[in-house]
């Protein structure tokens, strides 16, 4: 919501994008989501809020993006689920992800299944791992 609020406000922030206040999942439906985790928002039975959820090939027909960047608190696979057709019109198509698996077998999925499903598609799987060192000498 503050996304949409800023980008209301000020208009040179959206870029030509278009925002869709909804979900990302494998089809459309109606689920709850608890909006009160801030960064950490996420789909749950027990949410605060009920959302509308579109798979990204039927909410944008034809959509032909270069890069999408997901951080939607375990709910990758079911979100690669709904885009199927966006993935086989866009070869070229770079996915990147955050994963975590806690937040994966809280949506009822695992990484496996995740994984498994990407080499069914034929797709490039690259893990990138960073160690962060923090000094804290000023």
Not at 32 to 45: E, P, V, W
Not at 78 to 107: H, R, W
Request: proline residues 4%; contains cysteine; neutral net charge.
């Amino acid at each position: 919501r503050a996304l949409t609020d800023a980008i209301r406000s000020d208009s040179s922030l959206a870029g030509g994008a278009i925002l869709f206040p909804c979900a990302v999942y494998s089809e459309f439906q109606m689920q709850r989501f608890s909006s009160a985790k801030g960064s950490a928002s996420t789909l749950d039975s027990e949410g605060d809020v009920t959302v509308t959820c579109l798979s990204i090939d039927d909410a944008i027909p034809g959509f032909a993006p270069n890069f999408i960047k997901m951080d939607i608190q375990g709910f990758e696979y079911f979100a690669l689920q709904g885009m199927q057709q966006t993935l086989l019109n866009n070869p070229s198509l770079k996915i990147l992800m955050e994963l975590s698996p806690v937040a994966m077998k809280k949506a009822g999925v695992s990484t496996e299944m995740l994984f498994n499903w990407l080499e069914e598609k034929k797709l490039l799987i690259y893990l990138i791992l960073k160690k962060i060192q923090h000094n804290v000498h000023k």
